[in-house]
């Protein structure tokens, strides 16, 4: 899990690291006691779901402490007129004939639903540092496929 991370993304980690351990973890291990004192266990549905909420935070910590630990510190010294780090793309899909924005972002804040997609993903990597007019060839999962930079701005 080498990702590729900028300097805000780790202190954004840990920021919410220590969030999740001053504040989420405290209020977990107050549901669970509280719901413990409910009763009988092993029909306790609180109690459960006290636990699994407790899980799910003890869980998102570990992945923030290992994220952070398997980095890639980066900067973007990509040039205004190249695709790179914080900058929103219009990319045709030549075979598809058509064109869709994306924003090029760090591993942390890939977002597909809303086009925010990594640097480190097939399409990024392709066009990673190209520049408005170049054609790309995209290595992807389901085979390969072309693409031409209509358009970079920053954001």
Known sequence: ???FLTEQ???KMKKEIE???AVVRKKRNEEVKEAR???DLSENYE???AKRERGRNEGRIKYLEKMIKTANI???NTEDDEVGLGKKVTINFIDDEFTMEYEMVTTMSTDAVNNRISIESPLGKAIYNKKVGEIV????PDGKYSIKVEAIQRI
């Open 1 to 3: 899990m080498n990702n």
């Open 47 to 49: 109690y459960k779901a």
């Open 9 to 11: 993304d780790i202190e």
């Open 19 to 21: 969030y999740r351990k």
């Open 74 to 76: 980066i900067e973007d």
């Open 37 to 39: 004192a409910h009763g």
């Open 137 to 140: 060839e995209v290595d992807a």
